[in-house]
């Protein structure tokens, strides 16, 4: 048998299993009980909630969770961005936590992260009165602003530096507002008297870092590194990142040990070295990918729809919930989490097919065709790619996939149309995004207005709801007509 060289795209990537000298991560059980908990939130666009309209969480949703009056998102550009201490005091007042719109800025993850985690720490099935009122309260905040580097929003504030693009000069500050949020959460909550503590941080940055040619790109004004090297300065500068952040923190809410921090993994280089972060600080975790929800495609401000990059409302809600189910499973149940991530592939001995071994959070694997679309892409005697899965060789041809099976509760078949060559080098890919063809288009219409905003009806010609029943599920489109011509 020949190991294939593995990559994979847009999910937990295949990284070495480093071990770090610091010891595991053991958390505080106390923290996650107090009467007030802090989710700090940081990164850029998908953090922020850029084209996650119209928002979804409008009102109280009954959990008893908060934010600030201020809002879920405390940095806003033109208030007070370099001195945070200087915000009024009495937008500072916890409220129920919601979804505002600001702009281009809709949903956040915060209200599915908050809420799942006080069902899970919570009788989910408790009179809304009741819940309401039982602690743990959660409290988010997100400090951060779309297209930052990670060194534009740490303590280093490159964004104020000289050398920073006048366009992209908007006053920094972002980390020092984190910082001043938990001493207005802290204040807040001993006049309430209550206990406050942070219990995760959430980091979900990397896109802008990425280089041109799959390296790292440290500041706007530096060249890239290459792969790996520029992962590996990545890797070191998240870990960096998180131990500063936690310490600051610490020294403010007076709470003991390290902050831990819970990571989703983006497209691109800086997605690897999350997991490489991931892999060597125990105090980080890798969620997973948020390929699978709905993109801001579906998502309508200004006449128009979102760039595919970023997360519909619903998306960014669901994500949110997952986000919440890991630090969960993490804090309160003491799991060592790992997300879905291949760990082995290789080539079966008659070369028709090649085997890949994951690692499954909740055995065993499943591929699912009713909620989530096969992902396929037809080709000749085969898919040029199925179920997300694509293997090619070292001229970039593809080969020809004919299924893909479930061998064992981890272990996933692909069976090829031909033969691999002997001697030859390839590479799978997985989290391809095809979900093949569904019709043909015979109109083009303009549909209800929703939301304030115009929508678009695509009128397919025949019968095609069984086609198009999973990539409903999957929020992929929101409705759809039949036409019968």
């Given at each position: 048998m020949k190991n294939?060289?593995?990559?994979?795209?847009?999910?937990?990537?295949?990284?070495?299993?480093?071990?770090?000298?610091?010891?595991?991560?053991?958390?505080?059980?106390?923290?996650?009980?107090?009467?007030?908990?802090?989710?700090?939130?940081?990164?850029?666009?998908?953090?922020?909630?850029?084209?996650?309209l119209p928002?979804?969480?409008?009102?109280?949703?009954?959990w008893g969770n908060y934010r600030f009056k201020?809002?879920?998102?405390?940095?806003?550009?033109?208030?007070?961005?370099?001195?945070?201490?200087?915000?009024p005091a009495e937008q500072f007042g916890f409220t129920p936590l919601t979804a505002k719109k600001y702009g281009g800025l809709g949903e956040t993850i915060a209200n599915g992260l908050a809420d799942h985690l006080k069902a899970a720490s919570t009788r989910s099935d408790r009179h809304r009165i009741s819940r309401e009122k039982e602690a743990p309260h959660f409290l988010t905040a997100y400090a951060g602003q779309g297209g930052r580097f990670i060194d534009e929003l740490s303590d280093v504030d490159q964004s104020t530096d000289p050398r920073t693009p006048t366009s992209r000069q908007h006053g920094g500050g972002y980390y020092q507002t984190s910082l001043d949020d938990a001493r207005r959460a802290r204040g807040q909550a001993s006049s309430m008297g209550e206990d406050f503590a942070i219990a995760a941080l959430i980091w979900m940055q990397g896109e802008?870092?990425?280089?041109?040619?799959?390296?790292?790109?440290?500041?706007?004004?530096?060249?890239?590194?290459?792969r790996p090297a520029g992962q590996l300065w990545?890797?070191?500068?998240?870990?960096?990142?998180?131990?500063?952040?936690?310490?600051?923190?610490?020294?403010?809410t007076g709470q003991?040990?390290?902050?831990?921090?819970?990571?989703?993994?983006?497209?691109?280089?800086?997605?690897?070295?999350?997991?490489m972060a991931a892999d060597l600080d125990p105090n980080i975790t890798m969620v997973g990918p948020h390929y699978m929800v709905p993109s801001a495609v579906n998502s309508r401000y200004a006449g128009r729809h979102g760039d595919p990059i970023h997360m519909s409302a619903d998306g960014e809600r669901w994500y949110g919930e997952q986000v919440g189910k890991v630090i969960h499973r993490v804090l309160t149940k003491g799991e060592t989490w790992q997300p879905?991530?291949?760990?082995?592939?290789?080539?079966?001995?008659?070369?028709?097919?090649v085997l890949v071994n994951f690692q499954v959070p909740r055995p065993p694997l499943v591929l699912d065709e009713t909620f989530l679309p096969r992902e396929q892409y037809a080709m000749g005697d085969g898919f040029h790619s199925l179920y997300g899965f694509q293997i090619r060789d070292a001229v970039r041809a593809v080969s020809a996939i004919t299924a893909v099976e479930v061998e064992s509760p981890t272990?996933?078949?692909?069976?090829?149309?031909?033969?691999?060559?002997?001697?030859a080098t390839f590479t799978l890919n997985y989290g391809l995004p095809y979900s093949g063809r569904v019709g043909t288009i015979a109109d083009i219409q303009t549909g209800p207005e929703l939301a304030g905003q115009p929508t678009t009806d695509l009128l397919l010609d025949g019968t095609v709801g069984d086609e198009l029943q999973p990539l409903l599920a999957e929020g992929a489109l929101l409705r759809y007509q039949h036409a019968h011509r």
């Open positions: 294939l060289s593995l990559f994979v795209a847009a999910v937990a990537l295949l990284a070495t299993q480093c071990h770090s000298d610091e010891p595991g991560f053991s958390p505080d059980p106390t923290v996650i009980k107090r009467g007030i908990v802090g989710l700090w939130m940081m990164g850029q666009s998908l953090c922020d909630g850029s084209e996650s928002i979804v969480t409008p009102t109280d949703t009954g201020r809002g879920v998102r405390t940095w806003v550009y033109g208030d007070h961005v370099s001195t945070p201490e200087e915000r802008a870092n990425g280089g041109p040619t799959g390296g790292i790109v440290p500041a706007r004004w530096e060249t890239e590194i290459t990545y890797r070191d500068r998240l870990i960096d990142y998180r131990k500063n952040w936690s310490n600051d923190l610490t020294r403010i003991a040990g390290e902050i831990p921090m819970f990571t989703y993994q983006t497209l691109g280089p800086a997605g690897e070295a999350q997991l879905l991530r291949p760990q082995k592939a290789w080539i079966a001995t008659d070369r028709t097919s272990l996933i078949r692909i069976r090829l149309a031909t033969p691999l060559k002997e001697g």
